[in-house]
């Protein structure tokens, strides 16, 4: 049973260009969250993907946008990209946007803004 | 505002002793969920154990026990018989029922670090 795969697994971009993450939800999971994780730091939310809407979002520039496939799959871009965008960006899977069974992540895409 | 407190930047255990990690809260919210994630050096975030603010009893899973005092706002995660593979960051994340979704927020972590 295949966990949350996250590609690409490291990235390195130049300032101000753009860049698209993408995430397969562990099987049988519906929904999706995307995190930035600075280093050293806890996880940052950024949003939640559910029903292939975006029902929660945290403090975020708009810069960063996203989007569920009818497959639950998602993507996560990121525009104008800034130097402290430099972080490992986390994906997580739910049963539901609760997540009362406990959210599984992925390994992380590595993003380096050079 | 909602937050997590995590005042244990890093934490020391003999192997086989029991280790008791803090979390502090900070909610005006009625309903919410707690969580305590596990992230060893290869990255990647483990679920451990989940307390709803509602539950009476404090939960267990396996050798972790999350001890929530509602009124105190703590929800504390307890490892019996730390073992060396215990070693990693330890969050705490508390999950909140919003319009339409949950928004999740960590603490900074908790470094552990299991002597044999």
């Known amino acids: 049973d295949a966990g949350v795969t996250q590609s690409p697994t490291h990235l390195i971009k130049t300032r101000g260009q753009q860049v698209t993450l993408r995430c397969s939800p562990k099987?049988?999971?519906?929904?999706v969250s995307w995190y930035q994780q600075a280093l050293g730091q806890g996880p940052q939310f950024i949003f939640q993907y559910y029903e292939e809407e975006e029902r929660q979002r945290g403090n975020f520039p708009d810069r960063f946008s996203g989007h569920q496939f009818p497959n639950y799959s998602s993507e996560l871009n990121v525009n104008a990209l800034l130097l402290g965008d430099s972080a490992l960006y986390l994906c997580?899977?739910?049963?539901?946007?609760?997540?009362?069974?406990?959210?599984?992540f992925g390994s992380g895409t590595r993003l380096t803004v050079v | 505002a909602q937050k997590i407190t995590q005042t244990q930047p890093g934490m020391f255990v003999q192997e086989k002793e029991a280790v008791t990690l803090d979390c502090t809260y900070d909610?005006?919210?009625?309903?919410?969920?707690l969580f305590w994630y596990k992230q060893p050096s290869s990255g990647e975030m483990i679920f451990l154990i989940y307390?709803?603010?509602?539950?009476?009893q404090n939960a267990t899973e396996g050798r972790y026990s999350l001890n929530f005092q509602k009124a105190r706002k703590s929800a504390n995660l307890v490892i019996s018989a730390s073992q060396l593979g215990d070693s990693a960051m330890y969050f705490c994340?508390?999950?909140?029922?919003?319009?339409?979704?949950?928004?999740?927020?960590f603490g900074a972590g908790t470094r552990l670090f299991v002597k044999a």
């Open positions: 909610t005006s919210d009625q309903s919410y969920g």
């Open positions: 099987s049988g999971h519906d929904t």
């Open positions: 994340a508390m999950s909140r029922a919003l319009t339409g979704g949950f928004k999740t927020i």
């Open positions: 307390q709803g603010s509602y539950d009476e």
């Open positions: 997580a899977s739910s049963l539901g946007p609760q997540g009362a069974n406990g959210y599984t």
